[in-house]
C-alpha cells in the first residue's frame, strides 16, 4: 500500500518570501500522480499543483512550483511570493494510475500548517 | 453553480441517531467519493462509485452505508452514530474518463459532531 508523509506540522514565512513544504511517498509503482492540495479556514479543499510522475518536468502553477524527485520519492512543494492568503493547510496526495479497486483513490499526508506573517 | 455540494454543512446529533448527508455533483463526473477528516485533520477515503456502482469500500464500518441514486448524486447514511463518528466528512467526485491526470472536486464538507 502507498503512504504519504509530510514532516512538517507546521511551517511559517514572512510575507513576500518563499517557502517549501516537503512531502515523500513510498511506492513500488512506476506511474502515478501526485497532488498538493489547500485547506484554508473554511475547511474548502482546492487544487493547487499536480504531476504526473512520467513527466521529468516539474509543474508550476504561477507562484506554485514543485521539485518532483522520483528516485527519492520525494515531492515539494514551492510557493513564491507568499501571501497572506496562501495561509491553509496543506495536503501531499498520491493517486495510483493502475486499474482496479484502488483506481482514483486518493491518498493524503498528514498535512502542514503554513502560517504567514505580515 | 456549485460544482460539488453537500448538504447539511453542520450535522449535530446524539448517539445512536441514524443520520444523512447528501451528495451531489453537477459537473458530469462519473465518480463520487466519501473521504472522512478526522480531529487530527487526516483525511482517509472511505467510499467510491463509479457509475452508481461501488468501487472501493475501505474498512469502514457497516453502520455507513453509502446510496447513489444516479451518477450526480452519492449520499451516505450512517446508523447507530457514536462519539467516534465525530469528524468532517467530504464528497468529491472526478471524471475517470477523458484527462487521465483529473483531479478530485470536493464539496465543502458536512462537521458531523455526535454527542
Known amino acids: 500500500a502507498q503512504t504519504v508523509t509530510q514532516s512538517q506540522p507546521e511551517m511559517s514565512v514572512q510575507e513576500a518570501e518563499t517557502v517549501t513544504l516537503s512531502c515523500t511517498y513510498d511506492?513500488?509503482?512506476?506511474?502515478?500522480?501526485l497532488f498538493w492540495y489547500k485547506q484554508p479556514p473554511s475547511r474548502q479543499m482546492i487544487l493547487v499543483i499536480r504531476q504526473e510522475a512520467y513527466k521529468q518536468q516539474n509543474a508550476t502553477e504561477n507562484r506554485f512550483s514543485v521539485n518532483f524527485q522520483k528516485a527519492a520519492k520525494s515531492f515539494s512543494l514551492k510557493i513564491s511570493d507568499s501571501q497572506l492568503g496562501d495561509a491553509a493547510m496543506y495536503f501531499c496526495?498520491?493517486?495510483?494510475?493502475?486499474?482496479?479497486?484502488?483506481?482514483?483513490?486518493?491518498?493524503f499526508g498528514q498535512g502542514t500548517i503554513l502560517t504567514v506573517h505580515p | 453553480d456549485t460544482a460539488v455540494s453537500q448538504t447539511p454543512k453542520y450535522l449535530v446529533t446524539q448517539m445512536g441517531n441514524d443520520k444523512s448527508i447528501k451528495c451531489e455533483q453537477n459537473l458530469g463526473h462519473d465518480t463520487m467519493y466519501w473521504y472522512k477528516q478526522d480531529s487530527k485533520k487526516f483525511l482517509k477515503i472511505m467510499f467510491s462509485y463509479n457509475n452508481k456502482e461501488l468501487i472501493i469500500n475501505e474498512t469502514v464500518p457497516n453502520r455507513f452505508s453509502p446510496k447513489s441514486p444516479d451518477k450526480a448524486h452519492l449520499n451516505l447514511h450512517i446508523n447507530s452514530l457514536e462519539l467516534g463518528d465525530s469528524a468532517v466528512y467530504f464528497c468529491a467526485s472526478r471524471s475517470e474518463v477523458g484527462t487521465p491526470n483529473s483531479p478530485l472536486h470536493f464539496g465543502n464538507g458536512t462537521r458531523l459532531t455526535v454527542t
Open positions: 511506492t513500488s509503482e512506476s506511474d502515478y500522480y
Open positions: 496526495a498520491y493517486r495510483t494510475r493502475r486499474g482496479g479497486t484502488s483506481y482514483g483513490k486518493l491518498t
